[in-house]
Structures are given as structure tokens and as C-alpha cells.
């Protein structure tokens, strides 16, 4: 910015304006005293009279010109002291001997005076009062001292000082237009300048101006506060603004704007990698413009910093490329046989770029939370399992709320030995609802400590326990169908398709591992008869509790179920012909008393299907009942004769 001291002064708009006065006045004010000081030698007798009178008269123009100048009068006044003055030549000349005294060219300096200063109808004034000065003498005094003879040379004085008159007020008039026009110029570039100072102060990015050297002769403060640089003027802006690897870049692009009539829209709009001081690099949006002025070529780097919007850009995508993997997590577990559980965890895992993940459930009927889900392991730790009264992952269940332990070894409500057996060192656990009710908690781990979790993790891990809480829900459901789908609905153990499935797989098993496999038919003795005299409520009350009563002293690999009406059977794997004898006794000894059941065994011979042992079995029963029911008869391994 510039003071009001840099501005072009203020001419005067009059005459006798006090300013300048002294000057505009010397040099007519010194040639008129020189020559009334010359002829005052020559005067005598009456000119005498006439020669105080020109005094008197140039005294008082003196003094007309000094009022004016002081009291700020109106023009209309500014042509009074030249005219006093054409008065006083016209008496100074008759006071020295009339046309011959040489006096006449003094009537030039009025007019030339108003000439420069007045105006043009002050100036007719002039030159009309010039003609009558020198006409009156002419006519009122005559020869000798005004001869008919002067009547030329007046005629010429006249018309030279109109021609000197106009001539030099049409220069004036010319000269006065171009120093209006320089000063308008002026003002205007002024203005110009105090704009662009004022845009340049105001604007929020960060301005740059450099000749086509690459020198910098300007910086808004906004480019001194991005670049941390106070020193920018008179700086190289490629050594001090430019990284090595986009100075040959940029180089070529200000050679092209500048030789190029028409400038590519590349080149004057892109984006680069600027450097402040302290190293860092600046993503910067750049628009550059070029003038050509008084002070030569200029090229202006509009410069703004696309920081942030790289940051909301980035943010962006991430927040798109969370979106798509929760979509893909949606989308695994929508397909068949995708392990639900499992695909949750990998989701999370990856994710949290976790080294694993986990997922507990409650398990009911244990009241423990259990691994049911894992990525990231060869061996999920399925054996582990945490009281959800007396555990972080059981706070966590209670309260809904997520927790993160960047420490696990430094944090004291964590198992020490569950973390070793875990083999984690961080962990970020995130509970899991379904309406409202808690079941499980998802659980990411580190191998090695973390200082925190980003904001968005924290985010999609709530979608993900969403998901998750999903995949719980639809577990159970599908395993609660399945359940009833392979259990009978009146007694609770296992109906037929499920009987089919377990005595394959038990087959099979025997097969590979050579352990033998028995199978029990059981049937209530006169069921029938009960349900005549009792009624057919009592019978399946009968039913239900024998059912029960088998399942207590059942292992948890044997298999009990439902054949048909009363008959049901017994899969025991690992069982050979004389333990299963034992338990077939068992099972008769845990009726309710008076009432009896016949079974009978058959064990596997190594090569039969499933359906030749149940016939064995079936045909074992049937001997049973025929021998007098009550008793327990087996084929062992042999075909029935």
C-alpha cells in the first residue's frame, strides 16, 4: 500500500490561486518593472504626471492580485489586475514620448499572461483593451508624438498579440488536456493499485507475482502464512516454492504461456506439489494469469491449498470402500454354505487390519460365552471359554458399549492366562444385540500393542455387530429349524431322517477307525393295552417320560431316537455286543414301575448298511417279544438264521 504523499499534487484551478502564485507572476512582474525603471530617466515635465499614474496603476495591480489570491474571489475578478496593467503601459508609454517611446511590445505581457492563465473571454478582453490603449492616442492626442503612421504598427501589435494569444492558449489548452488525461491516468492506476492491494490483502489464496526470470516481485500475506515464508520478494519462486521433481515441469509450462498467443487451459489452470519452508509438500490448485506493463512481463500464481480437499476426498473414498466391503460381508452371507460366523470375523479382521478376529456367543445351556466364529487362524482356540459374570467381554456384553485395550499385558481385569492361550497383545471388542438382547461380542486382536483406533474402525464395527447380530439371529433360527426338522415334536429325541444321517455317519466312522458300533431297538412292553385302559394323553405322557428318562443315561455320542409309535433306538458308537447289552438293561430298568420294555441288539459286522443293522436289531426285538417280552436278546454280528 501507498500514502497520499505518492499522489500527484493538486494543480491550481485559478490564476492567483495562493499556490504558485510567485512563480506564475516573476517573470511578467520582473519585465515590467525593468521597463518602467528604464524609461523613468526620460521623463519630464508633464510626462511626469502620466508616468505616477503608471505607477499608481501597476501598484495597484500589484495589490488587486494580492487580494485575490488572499480572499478566494470569484474568476470574474482574475482578469482585473492585467487589465490595471494594460492601463498603466498605456501611460507609462505617453509619460516617455508616446509611439516613439518603444513601450507598445508591453502590451504583450497582459495578454500573454492571460493567455496562459485566463480565460479565453478574459483574453478578447485583453486584446480589446490593447487595441483601444493604442488607438485612443492615436485619435485624442495625435502628431507629433502619435503620427499617422503608427496607425500601421498598432494594426500589426494587435493582430501579433491575438496570434500569440490564441496560439499560446490553444498550447496551454492542449497542454492542460494531456496532464488531465495523465492525471485521470494516474488516479485510475492508483485505484487500481489500491484494489488489487486491497484484493491481495483480502483474498484467501495465496497469491504469487514473478518476472519471466522466475524472481518474485510480490506475495500476499496468504502466501507468506502457506508456504511459512516472510522472505518470499526478490526470491527465486523454483528454488524456494518448487520441489526438484516438478521444477522441469512447471519451467516448461511459464515458456509456453509465455510464447504462446493463445495459452492452453493446461497451462493456466493444474494442479502441483508445492514446499514451504519446513519441507513439507502442499497439494495446490494453481490459476496463472500474465500482464505486460509499464514494469514489464508478469506472471501471477493464484495458488490454493487442496489439502483439505485431498483429505475430504481420501475420507471419501474410504467412506465408499467401507460401504462396498460391508455390502461384500451382506452379500457372503446371503450365498450357501458360507460359514456366517466366520465371514464376519475375516470382515472385521481385515478391516481393522487386525492380525485375527473372533466371535463368542452365550452358550445357554453352558452360560459361558464360547468361540462360534474366527479368521485369521490356522487353530481357533474353540476350547476357550469366558464367564460372562467375571470378564472384560462380559462387561462389554452387559453394557453395550465397545472396548478397546491397546495393552493387554498392562491392563488388570484381563485373564493373563486367556491371553496367552490367545496369543494377542491388543484387542478391540464389540458387543452384539439381537433385539435388544445380548449375545456375543466380536473381537479383533493384535499380536503386538496399538496406540488407538481410527474413528471410521469404531464406526464400521457397529455395522459390522449389526451384521453380526444378524448372522446370530439366523444361525439360531436355522439351527432351531434344523432341530425340529430331525427331532421328534412328542418325545424330543431324535425322529428317523436324523436316525439315517447319525447311523451313516456312525457307519462310517467304524469303518475308518475299526471301533465297533451296536444298536439297541427298544419297544414298551403291551403299549397298546396302556393306551385302551389309560387313555391316549397317559400314553404319550408315557412316552415322553421314558424318552426322558433314557437321555440321562445316555454319552453325549450315543443317539436316541424315535423309530415309531413306542419303538425307539439307541446308536451306540464305540459300544460292541456286551456293553451294548448293559445298556439295553439300563434302559429297561429306568421305566416307571410296572411298566416293562423288550430290546434287542445287533452290532455291526463291518460290511452291512445301515438298514441290514437296524433289521438285525429289529429282528432281535421281535425274539424278545417272542421269548415273553420283558428281556433284552441279541444277534451280536451274525445275520439273523
Known amino acids: 500500500m501507498r500514502d497520499d504523499d505518492a499522489r500527484p499534487p493538486v494543480a491550481p484551478t485559478r490564476p492567483f490561486h495562493p499556490v504558485?502564485?510567485?512563480?506564475?507572476?516573476?517573470?511578467?512582474?520582473?519585465?515590467?518593472?525593468?521597463?518602467?525603471?528604464?524609461?523613468?530617466?526620460?521623463?519630464?515635465?508633464?510626462?511626469?504626471?502620466?508616468?505616477?499614474v503608471a505607477l499608481a496603476l501597476t501598484v495597484g495591480a500589484i495589490g488587486v492580485a494580492l487580494i485575490i489570491s488572499r480572499a478566494g474571489t470569484?474568476?470574474?475578478?482574475?482578469?482585473?489586475?492585467?487589465?490595471?496593467?494594460?492601463?498603466?503601459?498605456?501611460?507609462?508609454?505617453?509619460?516617455?514620448?508616446?509611439?516613439?517611446?518603444?513601450?507598445?511590445?508591453?502590451?504583450?505581457?497582459?495578454?500573454?499572461?492571460?493567455?496562459?492563465?485566463?480565460?479565453?473571454?478574459?483574453?478578447?478582453?485583453?486584446?480589446?483593451?490593447?487595441?483601444?490603449?493604442?488607438?485612443?492616442?492615436?485619435?485624442?492626442?495625435?502628431p507629433p508624438d502619435y503620427p499617422a503612421t503608427e496607425w500601421r504598427r498598432a494594426i500589426i501589435l494587435v493582430g501579433v498579440a491575438a496570434s500569440l494569444g490564441l496560439i499560446v492558449q490553444g498550447l496551454v489548452a492542449e497542454v492542460r488536456s494531456a496532464e488531465a488525461r495523465a492525471a485521470a491516468g494516474q488516479r485510475t492506476a492508483h485505484r487500481q493499485r489500491d484494489?488489487?492491494?486491497?484484493?491481495?490483502?483480502?483474498?484467501?489464496?495465496?497469491?504469487?507475482?514473478?518476472?519471466?526470470?522466475?524472481?518474485?516481485?510480490?506475495?500476499?500475506?496468504?502466501?507468506?502464512?502457506?508456504?511459512?515464508?516472510?522472505?518470499?520478494?526478490?526470491?527465486?519462486?523454483?528454488?524456494?516454492?518448487?520441489?526438484?521433481?516438478?521444477?522441469?515441469?512447471?519451467?516448461?509450462?511459464?515458456?509456453?504461456?509465455?510464447?504462446?498467443?493463445?495459452?492452453?487451459?493446461?497451462?493456466?489452470?493444474?494442479?502441483?506439489?508445492?514446499?514451504?519452508?519446513?519441507?513439507?509438500?502442499?497439494?495446490?490448485?494453481?490459476?496463472?494469469?500474465?500482464?505486460?506493463?509499464?514494469?514489464?512481463?508478469?506472471?501471477h500464481a493464484f495458488v490454493r491449498d487442496l489439502t483439505a480437499r485431498r483429505e475430504v476426498e481420501r475420507a471419501a473414498q474410504e467412506h465408499r470402500a467401507d460401504l462396498d466391503?460391508?455390502?461384500?460381508?451382506?452379500?457372503?452371507?446371503?450365498?450357501?454354505h458360507v460359514d456366517s460366523r466366520s465371514a464376519i470375523c475375516a470382515a472385521a479382521r481385515d478391516f481393522a487390519d487386525a492380525d485375527f478376529?473372533?466371535?463368542?456367543?452365550?452358550?445357554?445351556?453352558?452360560?459361558?460365552?464360547?468361540?462360534?466364529?474366527?479368521?485369521?487362524?490356522?487353530?481357533?482356540?474353540?476350547?476357550?471359554?469366558?464367564?460372562?459374570?467375571?470378564?472384560?467381554?462380559?462387561?462389554?456384553?452387559?453394557?453395550?458399549?465397545?472396548?478397546?485395550?491397546?495393552?493387554?499385558?498392562?491392563?488388570?481385569?484381563?485373564?493373563?492366562?486367556i491371553t496367552i492361550r490367545v496369543g494377542a497383545a491388543a484387542a478391540f471388542l464389540q458387543p452384539i444385540a439381537v433385539d435388544g438382547r445380548p449375545v456375543g461380542v466380536l473381537v479383533a486382536y493384535w499380536r503386538k500393542p496399538v496406540a488407538e483406533l481410527p474413528e471410521r474402525v469404531l464406526t464400521m464395527f457397529r455395522l459390522f455387530a449389526i451384521q453380526a447380530a444378524v448372522t446370530v439371529e439366523r444361525a439360531d433360527l436355522l439351527g432351531r429349524l434344523e432341530s425340529l426338522a430331525r427331532t421328534d415334536p412328542l418325545t424330543g429325541a431324535a425322529n428317523r431322517r436324523a436316525l439315517d444321517d447319525v447311523l451313516d455317519a456312525a457307519i462310517a466312522d467304524a469303518g475308518r477307525s475299526g471301533r465297533p458300533l451296536s444298536v439297541v431297538m427298544l419297544d414298551l412292553d403291551h403299549f397298546k393295552r396302556f393306551n385302551d385302559d389309560n387313555g391316549h394323553q397317559a400314553g404319550d405322557d408315557l412316552l415322553r417320560e421314558s424318552a426322558s428318562a433314557w437321555r440321562t443315561l445316555l454319552r453325549r455320542a450315543d443317539t436316541l431316537a424315535r423309530y415309531g409309535g413306542e419303538e425307539f433306538v439307541v446308536v451306540l458308537p464305540d459300544g460292541d455286543d456286551a456293553a451294548a447289552m448293559v445298556a439295553a438293561d439300563r434302559l429297561r430298568a429306568a421305566l416307571r414301575d410296572g411298566v416293562t420294555g423288550s430290546a434287542g441288539v445287533a452290532t455291526w459286522d463291518g460290511d452291512e448298511p445301515a438298514a441290514g443293522l437296524i433289521g438285525r436289531a429289529d429282528a432281535a426285538l421281535y425274539r424278545a417279544k417272542q421269548a415273553g417280552r420283558d428281556r433284552v436278546v441279541s444277534v451280536g454280528t451274525k445275520p439273523v438264521p
Open 20 to 52: 504558485g502564485l510567485g512563480r506564475r507572476v516573476a517573470p511578467f512582474g520582473i519585465g515590467a518593472v525593468v521597463a518602467l525603471a528604464i524609461g523613468l530617466p526620460t521623463v519630464t515635465g508633464e510626462g511626469a504626471a502620466w508616468y505616477a
Open 74 to 142: 470569484t474568476s470574474a475578478v482574475d482578469a482585473l489586475p492585467p487589465y490595471l496593467f494594460i492601463a498603466a503601459v498605456v501611460a507609462v508609454r505617453h509619460a516617455t514620448g508616446g509611439a516613439a517611446s518603444g513601450y507598445s511590445t508591453l502590451f504583450l505581457v497582459p495578454v500573454i499572461w492571460l493567455a496562459l492563465y485566463g480565460s479565453r473571454g478574459q483574453l478578447f478582453g485583453a486584446l480589446a483593451l490593447v487595441a483601444v490603449g493604442l488607438a485612443a492616442p492615436e485619435i485624442l492626442v495625435g
Open 195 to 299: 484494489i488489487a492491494d486491497a484484493i491481495l490483502t483480502a483474498a484467501s489464496d495465496a497469491i504469487v507475482s514473478f518476472d519471466r526470470t522466475g524472481n518474485i516481485v510480490a506475495a500476499n500475506d496468504e502466501a507468506a502464512s502457506m508456504f511459512q515464508r516472510a522472505d518470499l520478494v526478490g526470491q527465486d519462486v523454483f528454488h524456494v516454492l518448487v520441489p526438484d521433481a516438478e521444477e522441469e515441469r512447471l519451467r516448461a509450462g511459464m515458456d509456453r504461456l509465455i510464447s504462446a498467443d493463445v495459452p492452453d487451459a493446461t497451462d493456466t489452470r493444474f494442479e502441483a506439489e508445492l514446499v514451504r519452508r519446513d519441507g513439507d509438500r502442499v497439494p495446490a490448485d494453481i490459476a496463472v494469469a500474465i500482464t505486460d506493463g509499464d514494469e514489464g512481463l508478469r506472471i
Open 325 to 336: 466391503r460391508l455390502l461384500a460381508v451382506a452379500e457372503d452371507l446371503g450365498r450357501p
Open 357 to 417: 478376529a473372533l466371535l463368542y456367543t452365550m452358550d445357554a445351556g453352558r452360560g459361558r460365552l464360547v468361540v462360534t466364529g474366527s479368521a485369521g487362524r490356522d487353530d481357533p482356540p474353540s476350547d476357550i471359554e469366558l464367564d460372562p459374570d467375571d470378564s472384560v467381554a462380559g462387561d462389554a456384553l452387559r453394557s453395550g458399549e465397545p472396548v478397546f485395550i491397546g495393552d493387554l499385558d498392562a491392563d488388570p481385569r484381563i485373564d493373563k492366562s
